[in-house]
């Protein structure tokens, strides 16, 4: 028994064996037939690093040897685009003087020039005067003057009042005063609040609201227009001991920087 007979290859190629049903090849694609090449490699790259990075480190190992080894030269600095530049490791003694040049020192003695220096302030107004001597008295606000006369002490004074009388150990004592508006400004005070009585131990005193049969008080405040005075009786309550020594005085109730002083002695 055989087999059936084959078809014919129209190009003469002979038909594949019984079985056998590979496809033929696809015409314009054939497949890889060996193993794929291997990757290439920067040879070149490598080489300049290998080459490169020791040379950096032995230049950057020499600078420093010559910078320490230079320590005491001018370091150079150089750069690609801009000029050279010297910067000096150690300041120059430019505070030194010459050997030739003499050194000159002040005198001791006085100089035919003027001084620049200030001589000393100038005197202060007078704020120190005796009973009857008046005292020029400037306040805190702009054109506040009065001329402030103590004309009598009064030690110890009698109070005015039966009913009112100081305590007992004590006494009262009374300077009279004339305030005298010197200044452009309205004068409105309680005079009784800017005095002040003080003894030979330097114990002050502030004044009270007692009348002494003397003289009148100033009646708690006064108001003096310029060219006006007022004259008035500041009464003070002591020990009876107590001797006065001066009188203190000053302007918007005693807070004005200047202060007059008489001497009561």
């Given at each position: 028994?055989?087999?059936?007979?084959?078809?014919q290859?129209?190009?003469?190629?002979?038909?594949?064996?019984?079985?056998?049903?590979?496809?033929?090849?696809?015409?314009?694609?054939?497949?890889?037939?060996?193993?794929?090449?291997?990757?290439?490699?920067?040879?070149?790259?490598?080489?300049?690093?290998?080459?490169?990075?020791?040379?950096?480190?032995?230049?950057g190992?020499?600078?420093?040897?010559?910078?320490?080894?230079?320590?005491?030269?001018?370091?150079?600095?150089?750069g690609?685009?801009?000029?050279?530049?010297?910067?000096?490791t150690?300041?120059p003694?430019?505070?030194?003087?010459?050997?030739?040049?003499?050194?000159?020192q002040?005198?001791?003695?006085?100089?035919?020039?003027?001084?620049?220096?200030?001589?000393?302030?100038?005197?202060?107004?007078q704020?120190?005067?005796?009973?009857?001597?008046?005292?020029?008295?400037?306040?805190?606000?702009?054109?506040?003057k009065?001329?402030?006369?103590?004309n009598?002490?009064?030690?110890?004074?009698?109070?005015?009042?039966?009913?009112l009388?100081?305590?007992?150990?004590?006494?009262?004592?009374?300077v009279?005063v004339?305030?005298?508006?010197?200044?452009?400004?309205?004068?409105?005070?309680s005079?009784?609040?800017?005095?002040?009585?003080?003894?030979r131990?330097?114990?002050?005193?502030?004044s009270?609201?007692?009348?002494?049969?003397?003289?009148?008080?100033?009646?708690?405040?006064?108001?003096?227009?310029?060219?006006?005075?007022r004259?008035?009786?500041?009464?003070?309550?002591?020990?009876?001991?107590?001797?006065?020594?001066?009188?203190?005085?000053?302007?918007?109730?005693?807070f004005?920087?200047?202060?007059?002083?008489?001497?009561?002695?």
């Open positions: 028994m055989g087999y059936p007979s084959q078809p290859d129209p190009y003469g190629r002979q038909p594949p064996p019984h079985g056998y049903n590979a496809q033929p090849p696809q015409y314009g694609y054939q497949p890889p037939t060996g193993p794929p090449p291997p990757p290439r490699r920067n040879v070149t790259l490598i080489v300049l690093l290998a080459v490169g990075i020791p040379l950096l480190l032995l230049g190992c020499s600078a420093i040897v010559l910078v320490l080894a230079d320590a005491g030269r001018d370091a150079v600095v150089t690609a685009d801009s000029p050279n530049l010297v910067l000096p150690r300041e003694a430019s505070s030194a003087q010459p050997a030739d040049e003499p050194t000159t002040p005198a001791d003695g006085p100089s035919d020039g003027p001084s620049d220096e200030p001589t000393g302030n100038p005197p202060a107004e704020s120190v005067a005796a009973i009857g001597g008046a005292i020029t008295l400037e306040g805190m606000d702009p054109g506040l009065m001329t402030v006369t103590v009598r002490l009064v030690d110890p004074a009698q109070p005015a009042s039966e009913y009388k100081p305590k007992t150990g004590n006494k009262l004592v009374a009279q004339t305030l005298a508006n010197a200044g452009r400004a309205v004068y409105s005070d005079p009784t609040n800017g005095a002040w009585l003080i003894d131990e330097g114990q002050q005193y502030r009270t609201v007692f009348d002494v049969r003397e003289g009148p008080s100033f009646g708690g405040s006064a108001t003096v227009n310029t060219g006006d005075t004259k008035g009786m500041i009464v003070f309550e002591v020990p009876e001991s107590m001797r006065p020594a001066k009188f203190q005085f000053g302007l918007n109730s005693g004005a920087d200047q202060k007059g002083e008489w001497s009561l002695r």
